[in-house]
T-cell receptor, first 115, second 113 residues
Framework: QQQVKQSPQSLIVQKGGISIINCAYENTAFDYFPWYQQFPGKGPALLIAIRPDVSEKKEGRFTISFNKSAKQFSLHIMDSQPGDSATYFCAASMDGGSTLGRLYFGRGTQLTVWP | NAGVTQTPKFQVLKTGQSMTLQCAQDMNHNSMYWYRQDPGMGLRLIYYSASEGTTDKGEVPNGYNVSRLNKREFSLRLESAAPSQTSVYFC????????????FGPGTRLTVL
């Protein structure tokens, strides 16, 4: 059973536009929500992360919006650039227990930004 | 620091052959992970090791075995490779806490004929 559901599977955005990727989860024990970015031929790398005690976190052009009641979170990329073309994964983890440190990943969104 | 290193980068096997994927990290991390990545399926956890001397099954452990050789090294073994194991394999490591960053290696692209 997919613990974190991600959409869309692929996204095409024009340069300068806003890219939005959405994720949803069911397990209310999750308390840390990172996004990873992966370029072709490379391993994923942490992009930005949020805890559920805040509704939004911004780092440069990247913003996570978090809706605890809806159990949803999303990544917004403002002023999208061709260099942002990559696969983006949302993930979730929970504190404590035997699964400490384990990340549950969404299936990924392949973003293409056209110049 | 090299971070997380994986060998080999590419491998082609015939069905039934065995091989071991090697992973090492130089960040003194407690936890290490093996994932496989398939188109449209995202990153699926095969096995992980929360600390030296412990290993646990992830989402898709069947057909694989692991060894946490020491704190630095975590290997993944395919005893009898099958075409369904054709994939890109990533090793990762972290301090081990819930909000600790996982650092990924460059991956091993494995093809089983």
């Amino acid at each position: 059973q997919q613990q974190v559901k991600q959409s869309p599977q692929s996204l095409i955005v024009q340069k300068g536009g806003i890219s939005i990727i959405n994720c949803a989860y069911e397990n209310t024990a999750f308390d840390y929500f990172p996004w990873y970015q992966q370029f072709p031929g490379k391993g994923p790398a942490l992009l930005i992360a949020i805890r559920p005690d805040v509704s939004e976190k911004k780092e440069g052009r990247f913003t996570i919006s978090f809706n605890k009641s809806a159990k949803q979170f999303s990544l917004h990329i403002m002023d999208s650039q061709p260099g942002d073309s990559a696969t983006y994964f949302c993930a979730a983890s929970m504190d404590g227990g035997s699964t400490l440190g384990r990340l549950y990943f969404g299936r990924g969104t392949q973003l293409t930004v056209w110049p | 620091n090299a971070g997380v290193t994986q060998t080999p980068k590419f491998q082609v096997l015939k069905t039934g052959q065995s091989m071991t994927l090697q992973c090492a990290q130089d960040m003194n991390h407690n936890s290490m992970y093996w994932y496989r990545q398939d188109p449209g399926m995202g990153l699926r956890l095969i096995y992980y090791s929360a600390s030296e001397g412990t290993t646990d099954k992830g989402e898709v452990p069947n057909g694989y075995n692991v060894s946490r050789l020491n704190k630095r090294e975590f290997s993944l073994r395919l005893e009898s490779a099958a075409p369904s194991q054709t994939s890109v394999y990533f090793c990762a490591s972290s301090e081990g806490g819930a909000s600790d960053t996982q650092y990924f290696g460059p991956g091993t692209r494995l093809t089983v004929l």
